[in-house]
């Protein structure tokens, strides 16, 4: 079925048949695709209009109206007064212009400066990362990662779980399939590869959920498809912390558009907890991380916008940074 009701008996024109097309893509790359989406546009004549809107409604389900907080990079970003997340207002992002192969390797600014390159470092984090989400998850199953980049977590996953993932950039996709993961699919996640893979025993979002439009949508498909006791493992910042509120605009993951959502704990779990979740575990963990990436957004929170040239054994290297601005929490799906 279309995503798309009619709010008039008024027919298609080629104008109205195009912007229908283009919007069904922009719905899959911003969120998902699924049957539950067909009231998120209706159609009056050759126009076009959102039904819901997160620049309106909050993660959490408030309709509270939510003050600018502050403005960067030409974005204002407002804050829920009910549960403190932050929403970047933009009018029509499209996930492809930011996420392509440059986003790894330095070409969009605040994203990673060489994620291939620093494979060592990021596979040692997510070993710890699995470690720590099989004790949850003690009886394995399938695992679906949304975001999974290169895969590095994957192959660290899979000698606990059946892993599948989802991923937008189509040079990643392409290496992970080369490495062996066939059951990564390019774009953004579907209710079709949900329903065939799934159900899934754990679903997994690091450092990705802030940067996906249609959030609560997107949410709500996720735990349809996650299995009884299962749970959902989420890594993204924490913009209730001490150091994001003395930061401000200058706070190391304040990058607008690049960052649709800027969460709290509150407003996780009442996202998740509408959806029957209960939040079992929060914590500001220690990570290990890419000294090229500590330098950069360190320097880029001081103002200075420079790409660190590093010898090739220091961009590798990875150190144990905790600035306790960035969260991990896990959620469960009751029995």
């Not at 392509?100 to 070409?107: A, C, K, P, V």
């Not at 990564?184 to 802030?210: C, K, N, S, W």
């Not at 924490?238 to 969460?263: E, N, Q």
Request: glycine fraction near 8%.
């Amino acid at each position: 079925m279309p995503i798309f009701s009619d709010c008039s008996s008024t027919p298609d024109s080629d104008a109205a048949t195009m912007q229908r097309k283009n919007l069904s893509a922009q719905a899959l790359l911003s969120g998902y695709m699924s049957e539950a989406s067909e009231q998120r546009y209706c159609r009056k004549g050759a126009a076009l209009y959102p039904s819901t809107d997160p620049n309106k409604i909050c993660a959490c389900g408030s309709h509270s109206q939510r003050p600018i907080s502050l403005r960067k990079n030409g974005f204002d970003v407002v804050r829920c007064p009910d549960c403190g997340a932050g929403r970047t207002l933009v009018d029509q992002f499209d996930p492809a212009d930011h996420y392509s192969e440059g986003y790894f390797t330095g070409e969009v600014e605040g994203a990673y400066l060489d994620y291939r390159g620093s494979e060592t470092t990021l596979r040692h984090e997510f070993r710890d990362q699995v470690d720590f989400l099989a004790r949850h998850a003690p009886n394995g199953g399938k695992l679906l990662e949304i975001g999974c980049a290169y895969g590095f977590f994957l192959q660290e996953a899979k000698l606990h779980f059946d892993v599948y993932g989802v991923e937008m950039a189509r040079a990643a996709v392409d290496f992970c399939h080369q490495a062996g993961l066939g059951q990564v699919q390019q774009g953004a996640i579907t209710e079709d590869y949900l329903r065939r893979h799934g159900p899934f025993d754990a679903i997994v979002m690091l450092d990705v959920i802030e940067h996906i439009d249609a959030v609560a949508d997107t949410a709500s498909l996720l735990v349809t498809y996650l299995s009884p006791n299962g749970v959902i493992l989420v890594t993204t910042g924490d913009w209730s912390s001490i150091g994001a509120r003395l930061t401000g605009a200058k706070w190391r993951l304040m990058t607008p558009p690049l960052h649709l959502w800027f969460f709290t704990p509150k407003s996780l779990s009442l996202m998740f907890g509408n959806l029957g979740l209960r939040t079992t575990h929060l914590s500001h963990p220690w990570k290990t991380v890419p000294f090229e990436l500590v330098l950069s957004q360190g320097l880029s929170m001081l103002g200075i916008r420079w790409r660190p040239s590093l010898p090739a054994s220091l961009q590798k290297a990875g150190i144990p940074a905790n600035m306790f601005d960035a969260m991990r929490m896990v959620f469960r799906k009751p029995d």
